[in-house]
């Protein structure tokens, strides 16, 4: 009587998948054979991944900061306007804000805020002295809770329901103080002839140089008097909760908005930025790229010396029978143990790092810092808890990894059962 001998691995489904089980074993075992070897290689994973996610938590950081502030400096995330006025900003290009309109927008949770404004150029003289200004009717409570405007109110007070807010600059070359008075004479609705007196309330600092020379404040009614364009605003500043929200409801606001009038994003308004911020993006790539070449390169140079310092396991292992397919898969599931070992690791050092800098962001001193605060930024560099950087920098180092991993396999079906000859 004959007894059948199990083959080391059957041909069979079942022997098929218990035997890719075995050959995951035997490669995560051959990792701590060399444990030096495993450790530096998973080290530069380890490395490479907290790096490459910091850089990219810094760029959105200094992103979404800086997108912050164009919103709460002045433009909000969007703004509704007569489908003219981006061409042609005249106060003839105004509109009646209606009831409706209103309606629809409020019925949106995800806005946070519309601040209406009515803005114009006029002439402003004190004394002997003439200044071109740009004149900007505002509702104070809802300009302070958007941009923070009381807080730039370096002399006298906020406004309340009457007096003007004059930027520090234009103060100075008309030789304004608190209390004393300002003439305005302008071209109001069609037309018609502007004139006012208004008493200077405050004197602001405004971030903006240009506007700090420029511009003065007053409130909605004022300027709608003024202007002789009552009821009539040139914009809606709307803002969202987040940018993510407002570009979900973005698309129902442009349809429910009719009547002549438009919609126009803070990328629309400011091109600029969003331009900087492209370029900026393009730069951290290429900065990246050269990151994940590094390590590359580290995981490439030690899967040669692995395979070089295994050539003699290797010929006796085809020797015996072992399939060179298999053989190549034990080494590619090598291969992607220290690569997931590596991510994994850097995922988790880079959590709580990451975490610290977006609690504690670091402080930029020197001409860097003031130049900043200049501007009425905040000198600090910004980091951004962001969970699609840590999946971006998972992906690439896997993919790295994947890629380098061609070499150990397509060796394996050059290996020859013969110890010492040249494959």
Same mark, same amino acid.
């Given at each position: ?15 098929? /998948? ?29 490395? &490479?991944?907290?790096? !490459?996610?910091? %850089?990219?938590?810094? @760029? ?5 900061? %800086?997108? *912050? ?25 105004? =509109?009646?804000? !209606?009831?409706s309109l209103l309606a629809k927008l409020n019925r949106h949770s995800q806005l946070? %805020?519309? +601040? ?18 740009? +004149? ?38 008309? $030789?304004?103080?608190? &209390?004393?008075?300002?003439? #305005? ?5 069609? $037309? ?23 511009? +003065? ?12 364009? =009552? ?35 803070? @990328? ?27 390590i590359g390169f580290g995981i490439l140079g030690t899967v040669v010396m692995m395979?070089? *310092?295994?050539?003699?396991?290797f010929s006796v292992m085809v020797a015996v029978g072992m399939f060179r397919s ?15 070992? &590596? ?7 880079? #959590? ?16 860097? $810092? ?9 000198? =600090? #560099?910004?980091?951004?808890?962001? #969970?699609?950087? =840590? /999946?971006?920098?998972?992906?690439? +180092? ?26």
């Amino acid at each position: 009587m004959t007894t059948s001998k199990k083959l080391p691995y059957s041909t069979s489904r079942k022997g098929l /998948i218990a035997g890719k089980s075995g050959l995951i074993k035997i490669a995560w075992r051959n990792l701590w054979r060399n444990k030096r070897r495993t450790f530096i290689t998973v080290s530069s994973i380890f490395f &490479g991944v907290i790096f !490459s996610a910091l %850089m990219g938590s810094m @760029q959105e950081g200094s992103y979404q900061k %800086m997108i *912050e502030n164009v919103v709460k400096f002045y433009a909000g995330h969007a703004q509704i306007q007569h489908r003219d006025y981006p061409d042609h900003q005249s106060i003839n290009n105004s =509109f009646v804000p !209606s009831d409706s309109l209103l309606a629809k927008l409020n019925r949106h949770s995800q806005l946070d %805020m519309v +601040v209406p404004r009515l803005e114009s150029f006029a002439l402003a003289s004190s004394g002997e002295q003439t200044e071109g200004i740009l +004149v900007m009717g505002i509702d104070p409570e809802k300009e302070d809770r958007m941009t923070a405007l009381a807080k730039k109110v370096v002399s006298g007070t906020y406004l309340e329901t009457s007096g003007a807010l004059v930027g520090a600059d234009l103060a100075t070359n008309l $030789g304004l103080e608190v &209390g004393d008075t300002l003439v #305005m004479i302008s071209q109001g609705f069609h $037309g018609v002839s502007a004139f006012g007196q208004y008493r200077v309330a405050g004197i602001i600092q405004h971030p903006n140089p240009e506007l700090n020379r420029r511009l +003065v404040y007053l409130t909605l009614d004022e300027a709608q008097y003024f202007f002789q364009a =009552f009821g009539r605003v040139t914009s809606l500043a709307l803002t969202g909760h987040s940018q993510h929200e407002m570009d979900n409801i973005l698309p129902n606001l442009r349809q429910e908005v009719d009547g002549g009038l438009v919609i126009r994003t803070w @990328q629309e308004m400011f091109p600029a930025v969003l331009q900087q911020i492209e370029s900026d993006r393009a730069t951290a790539l290429i900065m990246k790229m050269i990151l994940y070449v590094v390590i590359g390169f580290g995981i490439l140079g030690t899967v040669v010396m692995m395979m070089a *310092e295994r050539r003699a396991e290797f010929s006796v292992m085809v020797a015996v029978g072992m399939f060179r397919s298999r053989l190549a898969l034990m080494l590619w599931m090598e291969i992607l143990w220290i690569g997931l070992l &590596g991510v994994i690791a850097g995922f988790v050092g880079t #959590m709580p790092v990451i975490s610290w800098f977006v609690y504690h962001p670091l402080p930029i001193t020197g001409q860097a $810092g003031e130049w900043m605060k200049n501007l009425g930024f905040e000198p =600090f #560099m910004f980091f951004a808890w962001d #969970m699609g950087v =840590f /999946i971006q920098q998972v992906v690439a +180092v896997l993919l790295l990894t994947t890629l380098i991993s061609f070499y150990p396999v397509l060796r394996a079906f050059k290996v020859s059962p013969v110890i010492g000859e040249k494959n």
